[in-house]
């Protein structure tokens, strides 16, 4: 696995997981779901049949999206680490913004994954 630094969460990967871990140490753990609807949100960001890689780009965006608003974490990762429920309200309008990003960054042909790699080693070296 990798480790990518952004802000104040950590977030391993590989090529089909990711695991979040925030500044008080709640873990995050995503993969990718065998569900028709997951592989239709897939198909429908841009992502054809690589659901790992949406799983991934997803878990990361939480977190970038996040640090460049200058939130100290994501509200979706905090609402799921403390098992809040249902998501809505700031919740919903982040994984609207979340995916929008992706299906823009998948359209471009930006790979997000490697660009947020490059984020969070800059990051990373401003922590140290």
């Not at 897939?42 to 200058?70: I, K, N």
């Not at 429920?85 to 490697?114: C, D, F, H, K």
Request: charged share 25%; aromatic share 6%; net charge negative.
């Amino acid at each position: 696995m990798k480790t990518l630094f952004i802000g104040h969460t950590r977030v391993e990967i590989d090529a089909a997981s990711a695991r979040t871990t925030l500044h008080d140490g709640k873990q995050i753990p995503a993969v990718p779901h065998d569900t028709d609807d997951y592989r239709a949100t897939a198909e429908r960001l841009g992502y054809g049949s690589e659901t790992g890689r949406m799983c991934v780009e997803h878990e990361l965006l939480h977190t970038a999206l996040a640090y460049w608003l200058g939130l100290y974490e994501s509200p979706v990762m905090r609402a799921v680490a403390e098992d809040d429920g249902p998501v809505g309200g700031i919740t919903s309008l982040e994984e609207a913004a979340v995916m929008a990003v992706q299906a823009y960054a998948v359209a471009v042909g930006v790979n997000l994954t490697r660009r947020l790699a490059e984020v969070s080693d800059c990051t990373s070296a401003a922590r140290n």
